[in-house]
Nanobody, 114 residues
């Protein structure tokens, strides 16, 4: 059974940075594209960044230039470096396999506030 565990969230001031981590188990990780998603209160979950198995990234316009997605296939990990954070980035952040998603993890809360 594939499990996803997100970590690294927290409270940060506008303009600050956070690095999120996602650990996956139970699947041959390196073959699959991975995505970072977020869900703000009262809104639908949205894809903010994804990365192919060989490391090619793509970003939503709302985070382009501020967020960087990366992965370590040897460790079955995917990361999201978030810089220049804005209050509108406040959400619960999740990772999942992009095209064959599995059961969602608990997510990690990111709160951007002064």
């Amino acid at each position: 059974q594939v499990q996803l565990v997100e970590s690294g969230g927290g409270l940060v001031q506008p303009g600050g940075s956070l690095r999120l981590s996602c650990a996956s188990s139970g699947r041959i990780f390196r073959f699959y594209a991975m995505g970072w998603y977020r869900q703000a209160p009262g809104k639908q979950r949205e894809l903010v960044a994804h990365i192919t198995g060989d490391g090619s990234p793509n970003y939503a316009d709302s985070v382009k230039g501020r967020f960087t997605i990366s992965r370590d296939n040897a460790k079955n990990m995917v990361y999201l470096q978030m810089n220049s954070l804005k209050p509108e980035d406040t959400a619960v952040y999740y990772c999942n396999y992009l095209r064959v998603p599995v059961l969602w993890g608990q997510g990690t809360q990111v709160t951007v506030s002064s």
